[in-house]
Each structure stands twice: as structure tokens, then as C-alpha cells.
């Protein structure tokens, strides 16, 4: 029962988690769709970070700002003459890479350990790497690789009816900027004293050079990040406050501790405006994966954005009478890679029993914690004649729960169905019930619950309490 990205990418097409974009065109590389069962998990992870980081916390707010921004926010971020991939082509078969995927993957493969970490090379130090170790085009084996040039990742647009340099946007590459260039907004509607963070769940877009393994690495994607202010002096303690907030939001919301790796980024790593990075990692099918980065940025983004904009973004600090830039702590973390987390994470086969011909009966559960699940619960009546009174149930419950319905097949089908789902509750209305002509039923239902498959008897009208109380979070 080993669990693998086949089996997991199988299981979202065939359910309605996840299909690929466009697929009657052929498709369009490295989209995907996101269906029935798959919006209501991604929405689901969407809110519970919303819950534990904007309603919960006593010191975040949020906003949505606009994916399109004045491209002066770009010059300022750094993502205009900054934010590019190294690239490197084959010139044998024409492959594309990044030349420093190729050096880790090598690496990995062969067990050589790098002098220092990857971002700390330069592009000749990835040049002299690749050909001291000789290192092989992955695709063809050859050794004839172009030079590397720096491709910048952003997307561009026009905006308007002309298409010319004047007119040109781009699609964010973070969701992070216009949190930076609402600051003095949000600080003055809000009145906020340092220490706040203000929150932002939206679309971000990188023309990634290798996007793969399934939803992990798109082009289209979702980011949730959190822009801490602080007072100056006081980041080093918040970026540990928040690297621990974090670590118990991913168990909170049911990872397994063991599949998780926080990597600290040692000083040659940092970027050269952060005093500390922690790279969250999970471990995929496919192996280690950066899911989160939490990073003390210090003044460096407002600063920018004061410099550029020639707008005062200092923060006056009544108790100390001093006005200065705020320094910022910020989590990142991408929606799409927290539901594959997930998903993975979840993903468990389990012998079950023997069928007739005495092989091991397996069930394939998705242990999702209930409040990621898609569906709450599915109300299953036993039989077709039992349509009505669980209908009614299904009614009154939805109001309250995102429920399934299903009546076709039989209820050990059914069962499986929804383990597969991950559906944590399955209600069963049966003949017991309802009762017939004389006979009013017991007016229970049968509950079982998906990881033990223990059932129990719940009356009709402690439902609702019954799932509230299980599905808490
Ligand atoms: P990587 O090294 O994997 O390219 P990054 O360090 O560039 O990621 P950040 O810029 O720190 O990533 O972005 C913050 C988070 O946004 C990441 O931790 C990840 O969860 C998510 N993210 C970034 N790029 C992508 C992408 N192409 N597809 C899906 N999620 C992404």
C-alpha cells in the first residue's frame, strides 16, 4: 500500500478533486481544474487559515487588493530586474531547464552534497558546478548545454487598447505587494498600533520554467500571506512567534509532524534584506517540497516603496514620540501545495478484511481532518423507499453542513465511496427509522464514522449538536 503521486493524481481525476485545464483542446499545460469535490477542499483550507490567522488572531486584519498594480510596484519590489530563474537550454534535444533544479536533482540522485545551498550560487558558480561534475541533460544524457541567462518570471499584459510599452501590466507574482502599498491605508482606517499583520488570500501568476508534479509547481496559483509590522528590534521575536504559529496551523489542521521539516535558511541563504528565513518543508510522494516560507523582511519592502513612490510610509509610534519604517514578518504559503499536502498526507490505503477468494480486501480512506473535508456528511437512506425521510434530513442538515446525497448502490459501495472522499460521517436512514403503518420507527439514524467505521445510534433531532460538536475547529 504504498502511497504515490499516480495514485493520488488518479484518485482527484476520477472523483472531481482536480482535472486538467482545457482537456477537451488537448489541454493547456500545467492548468488545472478544480471540480466539484476539489473547490470545496481548497475553499475549506482557504477558510481555516482565514479562521486561525484573521478571525482568531486578537493582531491581523485582512484585505484583497487588486491582481493588476501600478507597474511602479514592481520597479520597488525588486520583481522587474530581480525575480527570474536561471534558464538553460540543451542543445542537443532542446530541453529547458533551470540550471539550479538541475544541479539539486543531480545532487540528490548521486549523493553529492552541495558546498552551500543553491541560492547562494551565482550563475557562473551553477556554470563551473554543472561542468566540474560534469553533470548530464536529464532528457537526452549529453553534455551540451547553452549558457545560462536569467528569465524573468513575471507575466505581462496590456491594460487599455494599446499594446505598447506604456500600456503594459503584469499579473502578481505574490500577493504580497499590495498589502505593502495599502499600509498607511490600513493603519489609519484601522488604528492600529504596532505590533498587526494584515492578511490576503488571492491569485498570483509566475511563468515558472518548470512547472510539475501535479498542482505543486503552476503557473496559476493561490497564495495566502500574512505581512507582519513590527517595531524595529522586536522581528526577531514575532518571527519566531509566527515560525511556531505556523508549524501548529499545519498540525492543527491535521499533518502529520513527522512529514514536515522547518529548514532555516543559514546566513548565505538569506536574501540580503532578511535577518532569518525558515523554509516549511512537506514531505511529497515526490520527495521534500518548499510549502511555506516565513521570513523576517525587515524594513526592506516599505522602504523600497517610500523610495520609489516618494509617499511617507513611516509609522509615528506614540509611545516613544519617533516616527520609522515598521520592519515586517511574513508566512507565505501557497493554497494549491497546502491542498496537495493534504491530500497526500491523507491518503491511506487499509486492509480491511478478505474477500471470497481470501485477497486482502483493501479500502482507500482519505483521512482529512473534518474541517478541510468536502463533504460533512452523506446522508444515505438504505433503500430507494427511503428516499423521502432521508431527503427531509438531508434538507434541514445542509442548512448548517455541505452534505452529500447517495442512493444507488449498496451501503458497503456507498461506504467506500465516501471513505474515499474522505467524508468523515456517514448517516444511514434505515427501516428502524421511520418504522411503517402501527410502528412511528425509533426516529435514529445509524452514524458511522469514517477512520474507526464504529457506528452509532443518533436520534434525528440530535443531529445537527451531534456534527457540530465532531466537526469543531
Ligand atoms: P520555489 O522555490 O518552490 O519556486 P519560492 O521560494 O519562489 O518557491 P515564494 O516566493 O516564497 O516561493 O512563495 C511563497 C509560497 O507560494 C511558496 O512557499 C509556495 O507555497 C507558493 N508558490 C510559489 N510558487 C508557486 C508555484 N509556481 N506554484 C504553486 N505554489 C507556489
Known sequence: TEKTMDKIVALCKNRGFVFAGS???????????????????????????????????PYNVGQDAAILMNPQTWVASGHLSGFSDPLMDCRECKERFRADKLIEDWCGENSVELPKPIDAFTQQEM??????????????????FTDIRQFNLMFKTFQGVTEDAKNTVYLRPETAQGIFTNFV??????????????????????????????????????????????????????FQYWRTFCHNWLLGIGLKDENLRLRDHDPEELCFY????????????????????????????????????????????????????????????????????????AYDEEVVGQDKNGKDDVRVVLRLHPAL????????????????????????????????????????????????????????????????????????????????????????????????????Y
Not at 556554470?127 to 551540451?144: A, T, V
Not at 516560507?293 to 514620540?321: C, I
Not at 444515505?380 to 444507488?408: H, Q, R, V
Open 127 to 144: 556554470k563551473d558546478f554543472i561542468e566540474e561534475h560534469n553533470i548530464p541533460c536529464p532528457s537526452c544524457g549529453k553534455h551540451n
Open 185 to 238: 491605508n490600513t493603519q489609519r482606517t484601522t488604528r492600529r498600533k504596532l505590533p498587526f499583520g494584515v492578511c490576503q488570500i488571492g491569485k498570483s501568476f509566475r511563468n515558472e520554467i518548470t512547472p510539475g508534479n501535479f498542482i505543486f509547481r503552476v503557473r496559476e496559483f493561490e497564495q495566502m500571506e500574512l505581512e507582519f509590522f513590527c517595531k524595529p528590534g522586536t522581528d526577531l521575536e514575532w
Open 23 to 57: 482537456e477537451i483542446y488537448g489541454g493547456l499545460a500545467n492548468t488545472w481544474d478544480y471540480g466539484p469535490l476539489g473547490v470545496e477542499l481548497k475553499n475549506n483550507v482557504k477558510k481555516a487559515w482565514w479562521k486561525k490567522f484573521v478571525q482568531e488572531n
Open 373 to 472: 473535508a468536502p463533504y460533512k456528511a452523506a446522508i444515505l437512506p438504505l433503500s430507494k423507499k427511503l428516499s423521502e425521510p432521508a431527503m427531509e434530513i438531508y434538507n434541514e442538515l445542509c442548512k448548517d453542513f455541505m452534505l452529500d446525497f447517495d442512493e444507488t448502490g449498496s451501503i458497503g459501495k456507498r461506504y467506500r465511496r465516501e471513505d474515499e472522499i474522505g467524508t468523515p460521517f456517514c448517516i444511514t436512514v434505515d427501516f428502524d427509522t421511520v418504522g411503517d403503518g402501527e410502528n412511528p420507527g425509533d426516529q435514529c439514524v445509524t452514524v458511522r464514522e469514517r477512520d474507526s467505521m464504529e457506528q452509532v445510534r443518533v436520534p434525528i433531532s440530535q443531529l445537527k449538536a451531534y456534527l457540530t460538536e465532531k466537526l469543531a
Open 274 to 345: 532578511s535577518k532569518a528565513t525558515t523554509d516549511f518543508e512537506f514531505l511529497f510522494p515526490f520527495g521534500w517540497g518548499e510549502l511555506w516560507g516565513v521570513a523576517d523582511r525587515t524594513d526592506y519592502d516599505l522602504t523600497q516603496h517610500q523610495n520609489v513612490s516618494g509617499k511617507d510610509l513611516t509609522y509615528f509610534d506614540p509611545e516613544t514620540n519617533q516616527r520609522y519604517i515598521p520592519y515586517v514578518v511574513e508566512p507565505s504559503l501557497g493554497v494549491e501545495r497546502s491542498v496537495l499536502a493534504v491530500l497526500c498526507d
